[in-house]
């Protein structure tokens, strides 16, 4: 079955054209398209309904524990008001999910997981827990919007206080309405994602779209600004057959403590995430070979035209890191592209 | 949307513009660069290239996938729309002059759509 968020009918006014995304009735776009959506972003204000990311809580005496051993990442000097990102693993090193962990006290973990993973998610960690812990899927609990941009902050401060830093939250109110507040996001810009009851939803959707600079962006922009900004896609860069530290995200890997799957990690590495500039004409997306002279090195994992930086990129899984400038040619539809390789992210954006 | 009522139409969404009994340029109909959405590459035929009606001629992309485009009419390619290589947008904001190519010895055995029997199989498509 697929579920409607608490957006859909606002979804419909605007000419949103709908899709089933995780299960979700979700616009893939609107009417202004998927071009000028990704430039509102990196240059103005974008408004997404992100309420189908799951969500789910972590609270009692050994709830950092459970959450040090199921996940990757180390959140014992976490403080209160921050955000981390970890992933979890399957024992043999696969990913199970990826995911963001935000502390909202001593005891008390709020953790948002992708929607198309959320059941498996669930099980998964019921079947791990520990010691004094309550684990709840809260997901039907909240709904989520994303408000993306330089300006994003701007339109937000006019109705709250805002997060200061980066992987920063606040708890707050918006035209009283009880919000968690982050500065987070899926688009590699400055900006905030907003944490609400679903029944306050279309209320605060409605006032932030009443700024004029605020344009309501669909999932076609969330995944070319995700990927011109090199962020991972589970189900694309990683799944349950790559480890996190093959698709370099070392970062939020701690190989000095106790996690499931650190073990089977450590003693296999047999590829590297690379990003691909293409350099011929084409488009190279997910599922094309890679080839360095005549030899296939790996395959694409994303990849499509990015707008802002007008021009086609693609991730790719290889068997080892390569220089940037090595000369790559990748199999679209059985035409081979040249490309040359590129330090990720394609895209940064300055402070 | 916008369909002309001198052009002819394909059910695979290209329009056809007869200039001679057996000459003709070819484009995607509005219709088709909406659902499409914003255009970003165009992979054009190359001249000379033996059109057949139904089957792939070349493809245009999307930012969100890649799509065939299909010869309406059977024919020979005489000449390509190059200004389209380095500006795809230009078939999103005129479908109807952003013309892919042309064919001559134009053969037509499955017949064209006029814009209304179009327009309506259009609207059963949506649905």
Redesign the interface.
């Known amino acids: 079955m697929t579920n409607k968020t608490p957006l859909y009918e606002e979804h419909l006014a605007l000419d949103g054209r709908i899709v089933d995304f995780a299960g979700y009735f979700l616009p ?2 609107y009417p202004t ?3 000028k959506e ?1 430039m509102a972003v990196r240059e103005g204000v974008g408004l997404f309904d992100v309420s189908h990311m799951g969500e789910v809580t972590f609270r009692g005496k050994d709830a950092l524990a459970n959450l040090n051993y199921i996940f990757t990442n180390d959140y014992t000097n976490l403080k209160n008001g921050r955000v981390r990102y970890g992933v979890m693993c399957y024992e043999d090193g696969g990913c199970v999910d990826d995911l963001i962990v935000y502390r909202m006290g001593e005891e008390d973990f709020f953790v948002v997981v992708n929607a198309s993973n959320r059941h498996k998610d669930v099980a998964w960690i019921k079947e791990h827990l520990f010691g004094e812990v309550e684990f709840a899927d809260v997901s039907d609990e909240y709904a989520q919007l994303a408000l993306q941009g330089p300006l994003s902050g701007e339109v937000l401060g006019k109705y709250t206080e805002l997060p200061q830093k980066y992987y920063s939250f606040i708890n707050t109110t918006i035209l009283g309405k009880e919000v968690i507040v982050s500065q987070t996001g899926y688009t590699g810009e400055y900006g905030f994602e907003i944490y609400c009851k679903p029944e306050d939803a279309v209320e605060l959707w409605r006032e932030l779209l009443k700024d004029e600079r605020v344009i309501p962006c669909g999932l ?1 922009a969330r ?2 600004l995700r990927l011109e900004a090199s962020m991972p896609l589970y189900g694309h860069e990683m799944d349950e057959t790559v480890s996190p530290l093959e698709t370099g995200l070392d970062f939020g890997v701690k190989m000095n403590k106790d996690f499931i799957g650190r073990d089977a990690m450590a003693a296999r590495k047999n590829r590297h995430r690379i990003g691909i500039q293409i350099t011929g ?3 190279a ?1 997910e599922h094309c070979d890679v080839y360095q002279e005549d030899r296939l090195i790996g395959h694409t994992t994303s990849g ?2 990015c ?1 802002y930086l007008k021009g ?1 990129y693609a991730m790719a899984l290889v068997d080892e890191a390569y220089e940037p400038g090595t000369p790559v040619t990748v199999d679209v ?1 059985g035409r081979r592209i040249e490309g040359k390789v590129v330090t990720l992210p394609f895209y940064k954006r300055e402070k | 949307m916008n369909t002309p009522k001198e052009l002819k139409y394909a059910k695979t969404h290209e329009w056809v513009r007869f200039t001679s009994e057996t000459e003709c340029e070819v484009g995607l109909s509005d219709f088709a660069q909406d659902a499409l959405g914003d255009l970003v590459f165009v992979n054009l035929p190359e001249v000379g290239t033996e059109a057949v009606q139904g089957e792939t001629i070349c493809d245009v992309e999307s930012v969100k996938a890649v799509s065939d485009v299909y010869a309406p009419v059977s024919g020979t390619v005489t000449e390509v729309n190059e200004e389209l290589l380095d500006s795809p947008e230009k078939i999103n904001e005129d479908p109807y002059g952003a013309w892919l190519f042309r064919l001559s010895d134009v053969s037509c055995p499955e017949e064209l759509l006029d814009a209304e029997a179009y327009d309506k199989f259009c609207a059963e498509e949506e649905h």
């Open positions: 893939v776009q398209g998927v071009i990704h076609g995944d070319t004409r084409g488009i997306r499509t035209h707008p086609a539809r």
